[in-house]
Structures are given as structure tokens and as C-alpha cells.
């Protein structure tokens, strides 16, 4: 016999030697569709956070003070301008008017008796009864009588102004947003009762670094995103930064003016500003907006890594610009993320 392995023996060796490597060898991942970070190079365009404010916000007082008997409206009624809103215990008021006309046709009865009585005087004067004296001493209590009965009136006006206060009314067209009394509290002059605004003019309230408004661009590309709304970006109708800086945040406020009438936005609604800023520095990221994996409050995508396989990393998202979404943190130009999303779920 000729020396050498028998080839019935070298055969199963192979055949053992094939099962190990594929027993211990680890499976190649399946290949998932991705698609690139893509790197829109140097951003000019920054959100902020804003909050939706009335432009026309008033806190109704009363002038006087007195016990509240009447309250008409509730917080999110609309109201008409010089609707009654609520009226205070006037009984006071109402007898100090009425005492006040009294007076005043007492003054009247008497200016009109001073009246006939110095036309009497100039009469007799005339026909040389009486002296010149007598004469000026009947016209100086015909003047009195006069400027007695124009204070009389004078204070009736007062008196009847006066009663008037008693009746809180509403300034201009607008919503109830806030009613601080009920009935029977005492209101005081100057304490606010209710807060009614006007909904047809609104403005998005945004703090700006002092170092981004100095950058900041033309006020058209301006454009401002109410979360919660059916409206899509909307261009504000007029911007106003002001000038002083807050000293604790150094912040500047801007105000952007909504147009008349935005459906649904209400004052203390959340806002984003987009704000162009020359000179920003950082690439904008942009992944495909199907690509973004949502589960309830978690935003993320699948990142293929190194080795193949895709992993859930958390990311911040923008704004959507067509097929793609803008991410601004959680990922880096140089990655690849998974286009379907359920398929990476299953498999990891």
C-alpha cells in the first residue's frame, strides 16, 4: 500500500473543517438601504424660541372703589367695545347725583329770581327811584345767582361722572382672557379685575443673544412656525428689535408682528423664530425626513456603523425642507443613516 492519507479520510476532514468556521463565524449583517448625511455647507438661518403675545393687552380696573354686584362675561368670551363688563354697588353715587340736580334747581329757581329782580332795578333806575348804588348791588347778586347755579351744575356733572364709574365696560373688541373677581369682592382703584386682548393683533416675543443680533439680516427673510397650528411658516408683517439688553440673559427682545387675523394662535403659545444670520458658522445636516424613527417622545435615527450593523441614535430635528429634514444635533456628515426604519427595528 502506497503511503499517503486515504482520500475517504481527507474528505471528512474538509467537511468538519468547513462546519467549524461556519459555527463560530459571526453572520453578515443584511444589507439595509441608507442614505448619506448631507451637508448643506455654511448655515445662515438660526431658530429661536419665541412666545405669541397680544399687541393690545389691557388689565380693566375700576376708578372707584366699591362691592362688585354684577359680573357679565367669563374668561374666552368675546366682547364689543363699550359692553358692560361688570358693575359695582352704586347706590352712593346714584344719591349724590340726584342730591347734586336738586341743587342745581335750587340755583336756577334763585338765578332766575335774581334775574327779574335786576331788570326791576334798572327799571326804577331809569325813572330815577333809586340810586346808582342800589342798582350795582342788585347786579352784583344777579352775578352771584349765576355763578352759584353754573357750580351747582358744575358738580352735578361731577356727581353724574362719578355714578358712571360704577360700570366697568370694555375698551375695545376683543377676548376675556382673564376674570379676577367674582361677585361680591371689593374692587379698589387700580387693582386689575379682568384682562382683555385683541386677538386680531399679535406679535411672537423672541430673546436674541446680543452677539446674534448684531448679525442679524433683513427683516423679510424673517420667518416665524407655530407648533400646534394648521398654518405653515408664516412671514411676519413687521419686526422691531429693541435696543436695551436685558442684564441678567443678555438678550435683546424682537418682536415680530403676525399678520391680522392668524387662526388658532393665542397669547403664551409657543413659538420658533427662523432668523437669518450672516456670518453663522457649522454646516445645516439634512437627512431624509422618512429615515427619522418617532416613539412618543423619542426622536432618532438608524446609524450604520463600523461594522455594518445599524444603531438608534437619538437626534434633534428642524425645520423640513421637501423630502428631507434638517437635523441640528446627533449626527455628523461623515455618517450614513437606515431608510427604513421598520425593517432596522426588526433586525436589531
Do not use: C
Request: aromatic fraction near 4%; charged fraction near 15%; charge should be positive.
Amino acid at each position: 500500500m502506497r503511503r499517503g492519507a486515504h482520500p475517504g479520510i481527507v474528505a471528512v476532514a474538509l467537511l468538519v473543517l468547513a462546519v467549524g468556521i461556519a459555527a463560530g463565524a459571526p453572520a453578515a449583517p443584511p444589507a439595509l438601504p441608507t442614505a448619506p448625511v448631507v451637508s448643506s455647507g455654511g448655515g445662515d438661518v438660526s431658530g429661536f424660541d419665541g412666545v405669541v403675545q397680544a399687541v393690545r393687552q389691557t388689565a380693566v380696573a375700576a376708578q372707584v372703589a366699591g362691592a362688585i354686584v354684577a359680573l357679565h362675561v367669563k374668561a374666552g368670551d368675546t366682547v364689543k367695545a363699550g359692553q358692560v363688563l361688570l358693575r359695582l354697588d352704586a347706590r352712593a353715587a346714584e344719591q349724590t347725583a340726584a342730591a347734586g340736580a336738586a341743587q342745581v334747581q335750587a340755583a336756577r329757581a334763585t338765578q332766575e329770581a335774581a334775574t327779574r329782580d335786576f331788570e326791576r332795578q334798572q327799571q326804577l333806575f331809569q325813572q330815577n327811584y333809586i340810586s346808582k348804588a342800589a342798582l350795582e348791588r342788585a347786579e352784583a347778586q344777579y352775578k352771584a345767582s349765576q355763578a352759584e347755579a353754573a357750580a351747582q351744575l358744575a358738580a352735578a356733572g361731577a356727581a353724574r361722572t362719578q355714578s358712571g364709574f360704577y360700570v366697568v365696560k370694555a375698551p375695545y373688541d376683543g377676548v376675556v382672557s382673564d376674570v379676577a373677581v367674582v361677585l361680591g369682592d371689593m374692587a379698589m382703584p387700580g387693582r386689575a379685575l379682568l384682562t382683555v386682548y385683541d386677538p386680531r393683533s399679535l406679535r411672537v416675543s423672541v430673546a436674541v443673544p446680543q452677539t446674534v443680533a448684531a448679525r442679524l439680516k433683513a427683516a423679510p427673510a424673517m420667518q416665524v412656525e407655530l407648533p400646534g397650528t394648521t398654518a405653515a411658516r408664516i412671514t411676519p408683517v413687521k419686526a422691531q428689535l429693541l435696543p436695551t439688553v436685558d442684564p441678567a440673559t443678555h438678550t435683546l427682545e424682537l418682536r415680530l408682528d403676525l399678520p391680522a387675523g392668524m387662526a388658532g394662535a393665542t397669547p403664551g403659545m409657543f413659538a420658533r423664530a427662523w432668523l437669518p444670520v450672516s456670518g453663522s458658522a457649522g454646516a445645516r445636516l439634512y437627512v431624509p425626513a422618512r429615515a427619522v424613527v418617532r416613539r412618543a417622545e423619542l426622536t432618532a435615527v438608524y446609524v450604520l456603523g463600523s461594522d455594518g450593523r445599524a444603531l438608534l441614535r437619538q437626534v434633534r430635528l428642524g425645520p423640513v425642507s421637501g423630502d428631507n429634514v434638517e437635523v441640528l444635533t446627533g449626527l455628523s456628515a461623515a455618517e450614513r443613516v437606515v431608510l427604513d426604519p421598520q425593517a432596522a427595528t426588526r433586525l436589531y
